[in-house]
């Protein structure tokens, strides 16, 4: 089908240079006109401001804190990221966080007694997959919902948040879950320990997001999602699977909030039914923040993790300049619009 | 032999008479003209050609064999490309990436399938000299001018080895150094051997590059010859009805 061989004889000279068309200039093109490597310019000088201005936001111990908050959010930003990039939202996210969590807790209160103490790690091994079974429902529904029957992503998004928050409550009647059985110690150095003095979470998001990158970038799969967000129409012309990509990305998407909140019943040591609340907004906003469109077809996986530490970063100084905690969700949202306004004057300035 | 053959072809929507008994003909390497106002039948007709909708009555024959396209992509699979008026492209992907998606080639490694764009930009590359377009199969589609994004829509019907391309309205949109582009693009898949269906309001296109032009009025064909044979007022007189038929 791909056979082109009666056109690759020609000659391969004359590819690079037409007299009339010029090449845009190499910061102009790529990476380095991307409002990622703004956003990324800026936090480095945030951080160079903060270091000065308090010693203590380079010690050890406020680097670890930083850098654990951020994770968690990196990457269900990563898994929200892919869903922007088709064109669609995913407000689930936070509450999916919170359901994930609690059933891996539940799960590892329940097994916890029974046979499968007798096996090593596996009481903890069912209860993880439960917890990321349970992402996988949701964003299955989300998918299903979204791409065969074709309602709004934002509705139906919001219409889960709803649901999986209730269901989180009903489940627990309010109270916190903690986990328990033979291989909490186990759980605890996989979602909460360090690796060569690296909290676990930093390198889960690193690797994610490598993988990520990849996949976006050098699969089909990859070039499909962007396809998606860039022309549905067309993407469906070419014998795309569009129904297929869709459900995959909410499926992934809800994946990556299940993992993070499995991450953060071990940082915290409880499942609590209000776990997560509210963060689906401030991962939208690390991903927008990052250089997502959210009229789809522009996005990536560097941009989604430094969006998700600045706004940790900007958090974080504006706690140790101790600055009413009130304050901080006034400022994560002045940057949204600075971040977007700023992008908005870039190719304004841009087109010709 | 002929590429394409129409039998008596027509379509009936509910009471609604689009397309009454066409018959059509087009060879190897043709390209016809095919005009007619809104309304007089082109779409159905096409629609009809590329699978879109299947005739009420009559026969398609394609490369010397009866067809019944239930889907674009059966048209597809015999080939009979087209390229739509909106081009259909991802602004947001380069053109090697438009050329290929939906058939993107692929290396193995491992368990795991990763895309090759050396081999793709190759091959769009190569697909743009022999269309002697300036495009770059690593440029984005959205810094693109219209005759470029044009190249990027032929190039992908070539590299599916259309035998028959669908033109609906290449030149509607865009400026009159790329329609002559575009014009361009058309003679040099003449050149191929290809065979194109231009449909188009623009009559000095048509005069232009095609050597046949078919009328439509009324869901009707009212005219079918050589281009020159006719004349531009005579097709304005056949599109209006102030000729019956030629």
Same mark, same amino acid.
């Given at each position: 089908?791909?056979?082109?061989?009666?056109?690759?004889?020609?000659?391969?000279?004359?590819?690079?240079?037409?007299?009339?068309?010029?090449?845009?200039?190499?910061?102009?093109?790529?990476?380095?006109?991307?409002?990622?490597?703004?956003?990324?310019?800026?936090?480095?000088?945030?951080?160079?401001?903060?270091?000065?201005?308090?010693?203590?936001?380079?010690?050890?111990?406020?680097?670890?804190?930083?850098?654990?908050?951020?994770?968690?959010?990196?990457?269900?930003?990563?898994?929200?990221?892919?869903?922007?990039?088709?064109?669609?939202?995913?407000?689930?996210?936070?509450?999916?966080?919170?359901?994930?969590?609690?059933?891996?807790?539940?799960?590892?209160?329940?097994?916890?007694?029974?046979?499968?103490?007798?096996?090593?790690?596996?009481?903890?091994?069912?209860?993880?997959?439960?917890?990321?079974?349970?992402?996988?429902?949701?964003?299955?529904?989300?998918?299903?919902?979204?791409?065969?029957?074709?309602?709004?992503?934002?509705?139906?998004?919001?219409?889960?948040?709803?649901?999986?928050?209730?269901?989180?409550?009903?489940?627990?009647?309010?109270?916190?879950?903690?986990?328990?059985?033979?291989?909490?110690?186990?759980?605890?150095? +996989? $979602?909460?320990?360090?690796?060569?003095? =690296?909290?676990? *979470? &930093?390198?889960? @998001?690193?690797? %994610?997001? !490598?993988?990520?990158?990849?996949?976006?970038?050098?699969?089909?799969?990859?070039?499909?999602?962007?396809?998606?967000?860039?022309?549905?129409?067309?993407?469906? +012309? $070419?014998?795309?699977?569009?129904?297929? =990509?869709?459900? *995959? &990305?909410?499926? @992934?998407?809800? %994946?990556? !909030?299940?993992?993070?909140?499995?991450?953060?019943?071990?940082?915290?040591?409880?499942?609590?039914?209000?776990?997560?609340?509210?963060?689906?907004?401030?991962?939208?906003?690390?991903?927008?923040?990052?250089?997502?469109?959210?009229?789809?077809?522009?996005?990536?996986?560097?941009? !989604?993790?430094?969006?998700?530490?600045?706004?940790?970063?900007?958090?974080?100084?504006?706690?140790?300049?101790?600055?009413?905690?009130?304050?901080?969700?006034?400022?994560?949202?002045?940057?949204?619009?600075?971040?977007?306004?700023?992008?908005?004057?870039?190719?304004?300035?841009?087109?010709? | 032999?002929?590429?394409?053959?129409?039998?008596?072809?027509?379509?009936?929507?509910?009471?609604?008479?689009?397309?009454?008994?066409?018959?059509?003909?087009?060879?190897?390497?043709?390209?016809?003209?095919?005009?007619?106002?809104?309304?007089?039948?082109?779409?159905?007709?096409?629609?009809?050609?590329?699978?879109?909708?299947?005739?009420?009555?009559?026969?398609?024959?394609?490369?010397?064999?009866?067809?019944?396209?239930?889907?674009?992509?059966?048209?597809?699979?015999?080939?009979?490309?087209?390229?739509?008026?909106?081009?259909?492209?991802?602004?947001?992907?380069?053109?090697?990436?438009?050329?290929?998606?939906?058939?993107?080639?692929?290396?193995?490694?491992?368990?795991?399938?990763?895309?090759?764009?050396?081999?793709?930009?190759?091959?769009?590359?190569?697909?743009?000299?022999?269309?002697?377009?300036?495009?770059?199969?690593?440029?984005?589609?959205?810094?693109?001018?219209?005759?470029?994004?044009?190249?990027?829509?032929?190039?992908?019907?070539?590299?599916?080895?259309?035998?028959?391309?669908?033109?609906?309205?290449?030149?509607?949109?865009?400026?009159?150094?790329?329609?002559?582009?575009?014009?361009?693009?058309?003679?040099?898949?003449?050149?191929?051997?290809?065979?194109?269906?231009?449909?188009?309001?623009?009559?000095?296109?048509?005069?232009?590059?095609?050597?046949?032009?078919?009328?439509?009025?009324?869901?009707?064909?009212?005219?079918?010859?050589?281009?020159?044979?006719?004349?531009?007022?005579?097709?304005?007189?056949?599109?209006?009805?102030?000729?019956?038929?030629?």
């Amino acid at each position: 089908m791909n056979d082109v061989s009666h056109v690759s004889g020609v000659q391969a000279a004359d590819t690079g240079d037409f007299a009339n068309v010029g090449r845009t200039q190499w910061w102009r093109r790529g990476f380095f006109a991307s409002q990622t490597a703004y956003v990324a310019v800026a936090l480095i000088v945030i951080m160079v401001i903060m270091s000065v201005l308090s010693s203590a936001f380079l010690s050890p111990g406020n680097l670890a804190n930083v850098a654990k908050n951020f994770s968690f959010v990196g990457i269900v930003t990563l898994g929200v990221t892919l869903v922007i990039i088709t064109g669609g939202i995913d407000l689930s996210v936070g509450s999916t966080m919170a359901l994930s969590a609690i059933t891996c807790a539940i799960v590892m209160q329940k097994v916890s007694g029974t046979g499968l103490d007798a096996v090593p790690l596996a009481g903890m091994i069912v209860s993880i997959l439960c917890g990321l079974g349970v992402a996988l429902l949701i964003g299955l529904s989300n998918g299903l919902l979204i791409a065969k029957v074709g309602l709004s992503p934002f509705v139906t998004t919001l219409g889960m948040l709803s649901i999986v928050r209730g269901l989180a409550y009903a489940v627990t009647e309010g109270r916190g879950q903690a986990p328990t059985g033979p291989d909490v110690n186990t759980f605890y150095e +996989l $979602t909460d320990g360090n690796l060569a003095g =690296v909290p676990v *979470a &930093v390198i889960y @998001l690193l690797v %994610l997001a !490598a993988i990520l990158s990849l996949v976006l970038h050098h699969t089909a799969f990859g070039r499909h999602v962007f396809a998606l967000g860039g022309n549905e129409k067309a993407a469906a +012309l $070419t014998g795309i699977s569009v129904d297929r =990509v869709k459900i *995959a &990305v909410y499926v @992934l998407s809800s %994946l990556s !909030a299940g993992f993070a909140g499995i991450l953060m019943v071990g940082w915290l040591g409880s499942a609590p039914a209000n776990l997560a609340t509210g963060y689906e907004l401030t991962i939208i906003a690390a991903a927008v923040i990052g250089g997502a469109n959210l009229t789809g077809g522009v996005g990536g996986p560097a941009g !989604a993790v430094i969006g998700a530490l600045l706004i940790e970063v900007i958090r974080n100084g504006l706690v140790l300049a101790g600055i009413n905690a009130y304050w901080q969700i006034v400022l994560v949202g002045g940057i949204i619009i600075l971040a977007v306004l700023v992008d908005r004057l870039r190719t304004l300035r841009m087109t010709p | 032999m002929s590429l394409l053959v129409l039998e008596d072809v027509g379509k009936e929507f509910g009471a609604i008479r689009a397309l009454s008994n066409v018959s059509l003909t087009i060879q190897p390497g043709e390209v016809v003209g095919l005009m007619g106002d809104n309304g007089a039948g082109k779409s159905t007709l096409v629609k009809i050609i590329a699978g879109n909708f299947k005739p009420s009555h009559g026969r398609v024959h394609f490369d010397g064999r009866e067809v019944h396209f239930s889907k674009p992509v059966d048209a597809r699979e015999v080939g009979i490309e087209v390229v739509y008026q909106d081009l259909a492209l991802a602004d947001n992907l380069t053109a090697a990436a438009n050329v290929f998606l939906g058939r993107e080639l692929k290396r193995r490694i491992g368990p795991f399938s990763f895309l090759d764009h050396a081999a793709m930009n190759q091959r769009t590359a190569a697909l743009f000299r022999e269309l002697k377009s300036e495009t770059r199969p690593d440029d984005v589609v959205r810094a693109m001018s219209g005759g470029q994004r044009q190249a990027v829509a032929i190039a992908r019907t070539r590299l599916a080895r259309a035998k028959l391309i669908l033109m609906d309205e290449p030149t509607a949109a865009i400026s009159v150094r790329q329609v002559a582009e575009v014009l361009d693009l058309i003679r040099r898949l003449k050149d191929a051997g290809i065979a194109v269906i231009l449909i188009s309001h623009r009559m000095p296109d048509v005069f232009s590059v095609c050597e046949r032009v078919v009328v439509m009025r009324r869901g009707s064909k009212v005219a079918d010859k050589p281009i020159g044979q006719s004349s531009p007022e005579e097709v304005t007189a056949l599109i209006t009805g102030a000729k019956e038929a030629a």
